[in-house]
């Protein structure tokens, strides 16, 4: 069975601080893709970042920046210099092989709500 | 392109009451899902589809039907509303080729059951 865990329900920071949100996965299969989703305020959910369990890179993009690591099965993700427009739920998400049955269903964290405040 | 496209955005229902969530996608996508999001759980998946014809449950199907006639459209039924259905409802599609590709998700029906 797969699993997500977001530890922290809910983090505040005064902009322009660092913040990481953290994500911890369970999974059997060695082929898997873990994902991160924002949901801002106005409710849709928006694709932010997709990294398979072949490539243990770390990958950046402007101020948001991703750190995989298979030993602690983590995918952390870091905001830096938070803006307030960086509020919202983020999502950690998991989807396992589509050999395994496990590719057809992506399965979520229970989100970190994220406040950054002037 | 319109994406995912889910109506009605918001829905009241007393318990007992039938209704049918539409989700339709013109993205050519094979793949399409149903999750539902609740207070402090995430999204948990309701029901999936690989392509006409095809469905299969996810997490917590109970309660819930879905067919899937086109590749466009992935309709879900309520049969008997119930309170604990009070949920906001995604659907979402991706390409079926990968589990890497990333799903594209519909805006959100607000569902409230009384």
């Known amino acids: 069975a797969q699993k997500v865990t977001q530890a922290q329900t809910e983090i505040s920071v005064v902009e322009k601080e660092d913040v990481t949100l953290d994500c911890v996965y369970e999974?059997?299969?060695?082929?898997?893709?873990l994902f991160w989703y924002k949901q801002p305020p106005s409710g849709e959910l928006v694709f932010l970042i997709r990294?398979?369990?072949?490539?243990?890179q770390n990958e950046i993009s402007g101020r948001y920046s991703w750190n995989f690591q298979k030993s602690t099965s983590s995918f952390n993700f870091t905001i830096t210099a938070s803006q307030v427009v960086d509020s919202a739920v983020y999502f950690c998400?998991?989807?396992?092989?589509?050999?395994?049955?496990?590719?057809?269903?992506?399965?979520f964290g229970t989100g970190t709500q994220l406040k950054v405040e002037l | 392109n319109a994406g995912v496209t889910q109506t009605p955005k918001f829905q009241v229902l007393k318990t007992g009451q039938s209704m049918t969530l539409q989700c339709a996608q013109d993205?050519?996508?094979?793949?399409m899902s149903w999750y539902r999001q609740d207070p402090g759980m995430g999204l948990r998946l309701i029901h999936y589809?690989?392509?006409?014809?095809?469905?299969d449950q996810g997490e917590v199907p109970n309660g819930y039907n879905v067919s899937r006639s086109t590749t466009e459209d992935f309709p879900l039924r309520l049969l008997s509303a119930a309170p604990s259905q009070t949920s906001v409802y995604f659907c979402?599609?991706?390409?079926?080729?990968?589990?890497?590709?990333?799903?594209?998700f519909g805006p959100g029906t607000r569902l409230t059951v009384t």
């Open positions: 589809s690989v392509g006409a014809g095809i469905t």
């Open positions: 993205m050519n996508h094979e793949y």
């Open positions: 999974t059997r299969d060695t082929t898997y893709y």
């Open positions: 979402a599609s991706r390409n079926l080729g990968q589990a890497s590709y990333e799903q594209y």
């Open positions: 998400a998991l989807s396992g092989d589509i050999l395994t049955g496990g590719g057809n269903k992506l399965t």
């Open positions: 990294r398979n369990s072949f490539d243990e």
